[in-house]
């Protein structure tokens, strides 16, 4: 028994390790760093209650105060927002339908995504296809625009074009070829698919 705890113990930990990042993506890490601060509390508060509770003694009601306590102290002090990240850092621009709708009418190609930190498909297209140097290539060659709609907060300017498209959530992959309306693309992507838009 105390093997298969030991391996559950694993994934447990990497969910973990992946929600403390996501809090950091979406906070900031002193919001990351509260959270860590606030979950090694809670551990050791949990591992004092089961060595009272091993000898005998109880103790649950006061452990379970102050971990209420703790866990109301983190939330009211994690900030509200991440701090604002540099955009366009690599050759995308931010999600703004105004300027979607001034590249269309200049007959530009554009390529528009929707994403999250919080989404693994989402990630795994961006590294698989999007963010790979044969794509950019032929992007950069063929002048076309890649925007990128961030929805880890839920903007709600993206919640409304995500729904304008029939969509309730991300990955959403758009291709706007030059005077034409917009091709949704399959929701798993490869260079093939995205450099295949350009012929």
């Known amino acids: 028994m105390g093997r298969v705890q030991k391996i559950l113990s694993v994934p447990m930990f990497l969910t973990a390790l992946g929600l403390a990042w996501l809090l950091g993506q979406q906070r900031g890490v002193s919001a990351m760093t509260l959270g860590l601060g606030a979950s090694l509390l809670l551990a050791l508060l949990l591992w004092w209650l089961g060595s009272r509770q091993h000898r005998g003694k109880r103790g649950g009601m006061i452990v379970a105060v102050m971990a209420l306590a703790l866990l109301g102290a983190t939330a009211a002090l994690l900030p509200a927002h991440a701090p604002a990240a540099a955009s366009g850092t690599d050759g995308t ?29 989402c990630k795994a297209n961006e590294a698989a296809a999007i963010d790979r140097s044969e794509t950019r290539a032929a992007f950069d060659k063929a002048g076309v625009t890649v925007m990128v709609g ?43 698919t995205l450099t295949a838009l350009l012929s």
């Open 93 to 121: 621009i931010p999600f703004d339908e105004a300027r979607l709708t001034s590249l269309r009418a200049a007959n530009k190609p554009v390529f528009l995504y929707f994403t999250a930190d919080w989404c693994l498909t």
């Open 150 to 192: 961030d929805w880890t907060n839920a903007d709600p300017a993206i919640t409304r074009f995500l729904e304008g498209q029939g969509r309730s959530g991300v990955p959403l992959y758009l291709w706007y070829a030059p005077g034409k309306g917009p091709q949704i693309l399959p929701q798993i992507l490869t260079p093939a």
